[in-house]
C-alpha cells in the first residue's frame, strides 16, 4: 500500500484485532476515510491459527471458542456469513470421569436434562426450571445489554425491577456465581460442568468467585439455545473476513507501524507520530484497541491526563494468572473411555479433564493464586477436527490443552523450557487416564505455548491477561473502562470497554454507533440500544428469585 502513511485520514485505529476490524469496517461503510495501523506483520490480534506443529494441522493458539457469534449484530450487519462460516455444534459441554462415566450439555434441553438426571433427577428439574427463565433473559436482557453501551446502573436496576424476569436477574447477579452453583445443585459432577460453563472460555474460577455477577454469568451456564461456535478452518478466518470486509468497504491498512504517540494538539487527538518521526494526521478522530496503559502512559503520557483520570487508570485490574497452552497434531483423536457410557462426549466441543471433585478444583485455584505450578493438573481441552476435519489433514486430527498457570510460576532452580516440557508430559499423562490412546505413538508433534510467550508477541495481554482487563464486579457493565477519554476526539474501542474481553466483537460494535453519532453521522445500521430492549421486556414474564 504506497503512501498509505504520507497522507491524513478522516480517523485511525490503532490495533488491528477483531475489535478495530468491527470498527473500522463500520465507519468505512459509513463513507469515512479510515487508516487501521498495527506493530505486527499479521493482523486478527488473537484470532490466531498457526501451523505450529506441522504441515497441514491448524492450531488457535489463543481465542478457539466464540460465543454465539453467528447472531451477533455486527456479524450479519457486515455480511459475515457470506466470507466465514461457523459451526456450531450439537454437544457444547463434556465432563469425563474417571470411573467411566461423563456428562455432557447440549443444545437440545430434553436430551441435557436426561444426562443430568443419571447423575441427580433432583439437579435435572432444577437445571429445567432455570433453563425456562435463562432463555427469556439471555434473549430479553443478556444478549441486548452485551452489544449496547451501559446504561448507569440506577437506570439500569429501575427499568429491570419493573418485570418478574428483570428482578429475577438482578437477584442472581447480586450473588457469587460459586456460591449459587454449590447451593442449586448436589451432585459434585454437575457443579463442577457448570462452574466450567459459568468460567469464561471453562478455564478458570475467578469470576465465579467475585462477590456479585453484574453481567449474569450464572445465568448464561442455564440457556442452551446460544452458546460456543467454532469457526471452520480456524479462528484466523473470522479475521480474515472482517479484514476482506474492511478493505471492501474502502478502508486502509498498514501492518509494521512502530507508533511514538498519538498526537495531541489543543487537547484534541490529531493522528500518530511514528517512531521514524512521520506524522498521520486524523481530521475526525483516533481510536485505540490496545490496553489502557499501553494508550494512555505510553502513546500519550501521564502528564497529559487529568487527576481523576489517573487514578482511575491506576486502579485498573488484570486478571492474576496467564495460560498455558499444549497443541497437539495426532494421528487419531482422542478416544475418551467414558464413551461408552455416553458417546456424545466424543463429539463435544469442551471437555473439562482432571478434577473429579469440587475439592480438586479448589486445590488447583489455590495453587495458581499462591503463584505455584498446580499439583493437581487440571485442564480445559477439545477435540477440533473431529467437529471440523478441516483443521488438520484428512484423516488426521488435532487436540489442545488450556491449563491456567501463574505468568511465573515459583520453578525452584528449575529452568522455564525444561519446565514447559515436563508440564506437557504431565498433562499428557493425566489424558491418558480419560483416553487410553493419547500416547507418544499417537503424536505427531506437539507445541507449547505460554504466557511468556504471549506476553511477548502481545504486550496488551499485561501479566498474561489473555482478556486486556479483569472481569470483576467494579469492571464490568457499568463499571467498564468507558469508550469515551478525557482528550477530545480519543476513544476506546478495546478490551477494557464494555463488554469485555475475548471475541465478542462488542465493544468495536458499539464504539462505531458512538463515534459515529459524535461525528454527526447518520449509522446505515441500527445500533442496539439497552434502554429500548430493557423496557420491552415483558412485565408479566414468569420468574422465580433466586
Same mark, same amino acid.
Given at each position: 500500500m504506497p503512501g498509505a502513511l504520507e497522507r491524513s485520514y478522516d480517523g485511525i485505529i490503532v490495533g488491528a484485532g477483531h475489535h478495530g476490524l468491527v470498527l473500522g469496517s463500520y465507519l468505512a461503510k459509513s463513507g469515512l476515510d479510515i487508516l487501521l495501523v498495527d506493530r505486527r506483520l499479521k493482523y486478527g490480534g488473537g484470532l490466531s491459527t498457526e501451523e505450529v506443529t506441522a504441515p497441514g494441522f491448524y492450531h488457535n493458539l489463543h481465542s478457539i471458542n466464540h460465543f454465539h457469534i453467528s447472531e451477533t449484530p455486527w456479524f450479519k450487519d457486515l455480511n459475515l456469513g457470506d466470507r466465514v462460516t461457523y459451526i456450531t455444534p450439537r454437544y457444547e459441554l463434556g465432563q469425563p470421569h474417571l470411573d467411566g462415566s461423563a456428562l455432557v450439555f447440549g443444545r437440545d434441553l430434553e436430551e441435557t436434562l436426561a444426562n443430568v438426571a443419571?447423575? #441427580?433427577?433432583?439437579?435435572?428439574?432444577?437445571?429445567?426450571?432455570?433453563?425456562?427463565? +435463562?432463555?427469556?433473559?439471555?434473549? #430479553?436482557?443478556?444478549?441486548?445489554?452485551?452489544?449496547?453501551?451501559?446504561?448507569?446502573? +440506577?437506570e439500569r436496576e429501575a427499568l429491570l425491577s419493573q418485570s418478574a424476569i428483570g428482578r429475577d436477574f438482578l437477584a442472581i447477579t447480586r450473588r457469587q456465581p460459586f456460591e449459587v452453583v454449590k447451593e442449586l445443585f448436589e451432585n459434585e459432577h454437575v457443579q463442577l460442568l457448570f462452574l466450567f460453563k459459568v468460567s469464561l472460555f471453562g478455564t478458570w474460577l475467578v469470576d465465579t468467585m467475585s462477590g456479585t455477577s453484574p453481567m449474569g454469568s450464572v445465568i448464561r451456564a442455564f440457556d442452551l439455545e446460544s452458546g460456543y461456535q467454532l469457526c471452520q478452518g480456524g479462528s484466523f478466518n473470522l479475521a480474515r473476513g472482517l479484514m476482506e470486509t474492511f478493505i471492501a468497504a474502502g478502508g486502509r491498512y498498514q501492518p509494521q507501524v512502530n507508533i511514538d504517540n498519538i498526537l495531541i494538539e489543543g487537547g484534541k487527538a490529531s493522528g500518530i507520530v511514528l517512531r521514524d518521526g512521520r506524522t498521520v494526521r486524523a481530521k475526525q478522530f483516533v481510536a485505540s484497541t490496545l490496553d489502557v496503559h499501553q494508550t494512555f502512559e505510553t502513546l500519550i503520557g501521564r502528564e497529559q491526563m487529568p487527576t481523576a483520570f489517573l487514578k482511575k487508570l491506576d486502579g485498573f485490574q488484570y486478571t492474576k494468572w496467564s495460560l498455558y497452552g499444549l497443541h497437539l497434531a495426532m494421528h487419531e483423536p482422542?478416544?475418551?473411555?467414558?464413551?461408552?457410557?455416553?458417546?456424545?462426549?466424543?463429539?463435544?466441543?469442551?471437555?473439562?479433564?482432571?478434577?473429579?471433585?469440587?475439592?480438586?478444583?479448589?486445590?488447583?485455584?489455590?495453587d495458581v493464586v499462591a503463584g505455584k505450578v498446580p499439583s493437581l493438573v487440571q485442564f480445559g481441552c477439545g477435540p477440533l477436527s473431529v467437529i471440523d476435519p478441516t483443521q488438520a489433514p484428512s484423516g488426521k486430527h488435532t487436540q489442545y490443552a488450556w491449563h491456567v498457570m501463574p505468568l511465573d510460576p515459583d520453578l525452584g532452580e528449575q529452568d522455564y523450557e525444561d519446565f514447559k516440557e515436563e508440564f506437557a508430559e504431565k498433562i499428557i499423562e493425566v489424558f491418558a487416564r480419560y483416553a487410553p490412546n493419547m500416547t507418544r505413538k499417537n503424536i505427531i508433534g506437539q507445541h507449547v505455548y505460554t504466557g511468556r510467550e504471549y506476553v511477548a508477541e502481545f504486550p496488551q495481554m499485561r501479566g498474561g491477561d489473555i482478556f486486556m482487563g479483569a472481569f470483576n464486579a467494579e469492571q464490568v457493565m457499568y463499571n467498564h473502562f468507558g469508550y469515551r477519554t478525557p482528550i477530545e476526539r480519543l476513544y476506546m474501542a478495546g478490551s477494557a470497554a464494555h463488554p469485555g474481553g475475548a471475541i465478542s466483537g462488542g465493544s468495536g460494535y458499539i464504539s462505531a454507533g458512538i463515534i459515529a453519532r459524535e461525528l454527526g453521522l447518520k449509522p446505515w445500521w441500527k445500533p442496539w440500544d439497552a434502554r429500548e430492549a430493557l423496557s420491552k421486556v415483558p412485565v408479566s414474564a414468569a420468574a422465580k428469585s433466586a
Open positions: 443419571r447423575f #441427580s433427577k433432583r439437579d435435572a428439574a432444577t437445571f429445567r426450571d432455570w433453563n425456562r427463565r +435463562a432463555e427469556e433473559i439471555t434473549r #430479553s436482557i443478556f444478549l441486548p445489554e452485551r452489544y449496547s453501551e451501559p446504561l448507569p446502573q +440506577a482422542a478416544r475418551l473411555t467414558s464413551e461408552a457410557f455416553d458417546p456424545n462426549i466424543g463429539r463435544t466441543l469442551k471437555w473439562s479433564l482432571g478434577a473429579e471433585s469440587m475439592e480438586d478444583l479448589m486445590a488447583a485455584h489455590k
